[in-house]
């Protein structure tokens, strides 16, 4: 799967899934702090990138993710 | 309003609770708490207020009906607490069952499943009766509750498939859950107070909007997983029933909608409860909105009316 189309699926459930206004999601975009990211969206993420990559992100892993392009980082190591 | 979810008193009274509870017919202690105990708390707290308020306000009674109720909601509340300290003691309830069939049907079924409690009644002393014997149950508890009311639990809870999930500021237990369900477990959490995340929907109850947490409706229908409203409520000094009633939604609709129709099914049976117990209401906090009604983003429900 390229960086491409990573970033495609989680604009996408971004947008659908957690109701992300589209003009607050760029890469340097912090989870928490510009899309209101809180921990009860964490879990559907969990359930999310599960159904579309195909691994079940550990909780402890995402401590340090803190910006979206260091989420489609995370991922990215994950599939490849 | 945030869960606080804890026990009055320290470890030694509830020891001693505890103790005098093996020997003794809780019904004495019913008639001391209701002498001695409510009269005073009702004075102290404002608890008195807030129930007045809900059964003025919400019920329609009159002044002095309301507030003769007010006082019979907390000595129905002592009686909770000493029920589950008496639970703990070792003393048996008698329990009717309504609704057991859904249960068992979901028992059977390989998938989790999600059971709703609320804090009305007495959840605790029979909400842990409706275990699969081949199924896990997870139980939220509040992870600050006293230490003598957690080895009550852990002590019924040894040798049996019941797990205790214990509450976090962290929201570590919503990824516990979820593994829960995930692995085929029954999992059960409260769906009345806002613990931690901040986000509701909010739904028309007892004739005005209340907030209601988002969180166990977005792990219900993450899933798209079958869930009960399970309530338990006081029928007599040593008799409780459970009420188990599924609460139906529409697993192909939209997640949005999903999530508004399992909270309006969940909110229709607390208000069918609540109609036939007015007094065991046990939320001591201000519940509904004080201010007009204004949708929440992406979480409020169409169709309600703005005035009380």
């Known amino acids: 799967m390229t960086r491409t189309e990573i970033e495609e699926r989680v604009k996408a459930f971004l947008i659908d899934d957690l109701e992300i206004e589209e003009e607050n999601i760029f890469p340097e975009s912090r989870l928490k702090e510009d899309m209101g990211i809180d921990s009860l969206d964490y879990v559907d993420i969990v359930v999310i990138v599960e159904q579309n990559f195909g691994f079940k992100i550990k909780p402890q892993e995402m401590t340090n993710v803190k910006t979206l392009s260091q989420f489609y980082d995370y991922i990215e190591s994950k599939v490849s | ?308």
């Open chain 2, 1 to 308: 309003m945030e869960w606080a979810g804890t026990t009055f008193g320290n470890r030694w009274m509830h020891k001693g609770l505890i103790c005098m509870l093996r020997w003794a017919d809780v019904r004495l202690f019913y008639a001391f708490t209701a002498v001695f105990i409510v009269p005073v708390c009702l004075v102290l707290n404002e608890s008195r207020s807030i129930i007045y308020r809900y059964f003025r306000q919400r019920h329609g009674y009159g002044v002095w009906r309301a507030a003769w109720k007010t006082y019979v909601n907390h000595c129905l509340f002592s009686q909770v607490v000493i029920d589950r300290f008496a639970m703990f003691a070792g003393k048996k309830f008698h329990v009717e069952m309504e609704g057991y069939d859904h249960f068992l049907q979901l028992a059977k079924q390989e998938a989790g499943f999600i059971q709703l409690s609320s804090h009305i009644g007495n959840y605790e002393i029979a909400g842990y009766t409706l275990v699969a014997q081949h199924k896990p149950f997870n139980a939220l508890v509040y992870y600050g509750e006293k230490q003598s009311v957690m080895e009550g639990r852990e002590q019924m809870f040894a040798g049996t498939n019941i797990k205790m999930i214990p509450v976090s500021h962290d929201m570590s237990h919503l990824f516990m859950i979820d593994n829960a369900l995930e692995n085929g477990e029954t999992v059960s959490l409260p769906a009345d107070r806002i613990f931690g995340s901040q986000k509701f929907i909010t739904v028309p109850f007892l004739g005005k909007p209340a907030d209601f947490p988002l969180g166990p409706f977005s792990v219900a229908t993450m899933r798209g997983l079958d869930t009960l409203a399970v309530n338990v409520m006081k029928t007599s000094s040593k008799s409780y029933k459970i009420y188990v009633t599924p609460l139906p939604y529409s697993k192909d609709a939209p997640r949005k909608q999903q999530m508004e129709e399992l909270a309006s099914a969940y909110v229709k049976e607390l208000e069918r409860m609540v109609k036939l117990y007015p007094e065991q209401w046990y939320n001591f906090f201000e519940f509904w909105k004080s201010q007009p009604f204004t949708p929440p983003h992406g979480r409020g429900v169409a169709g309600v009316d703005e005035n009380d």
